[in-house]
Nanobody
Framework: QVQLVESGGGLVQAGDSLRLSCAAS????????MGWFRQAPGKEREFVAA????????YYVHSVKGRFTISRDNAKNTGYLQMNSLKPEDTAVYYC????????????????WGQGTQVTVSS
């Protein structure tokens, strides 16, 4: 199995940027897709972005398209979520996840999860 650790969250103002990182360890020699999800208080965990093993295919939820960029560096076993033009509605705990079977948007497809990192955007 793979272990995932997120970092890079924090408190920022609207319009600012943050870059989240997701460091993977363990079963990193096998190919896996990586996804980012977020969960705001009182809401369900929602899909944000996903990237294939090669990085050639990416998916985004409509609300972050043009503002967020997902990427990965397999040599470093690390994935990234660059978040620009942050809005208060982006406030949530952000999770990265790994899926060895397919590139998916559904949280139910992902088997391995990090512990999450808090992102708070003030207006």
């Amino acid at each position: 199995q793979v272990q995932l650790v997120e970092s890079g969250g924090g408190l920022v103002q609207a319009g600012d940027s943050l870059r989240l990182s997701c460091a993977a360890s363990g079963r990193t020699s096998s190919r896996y897709a990586m996804g980012w999800f977020r969960q705001a208080p009182g809401k369900e965990r929602e899909f944000v972005a996903a990237i294939s093993w090669s990085g050639g295919i990416t998916y985004y939820v409509h609300s972050v398209k043009g503002r967020f960029t997902i990427s990965r560096d397999n040599a470093k076993n690390t994935g990234y979520l660059q978040m620009n033009s942050l809005k208060p509605e982006d406030t949530a705990v952000y999770y990265c996840a790994a899926d060895y079977r397919r590139l998916a948007r559904s949280k139910d497809e992902y088997d391995y999860w990090g512990q999450g990192t808090q992102v708070t955007v003030s207006s």
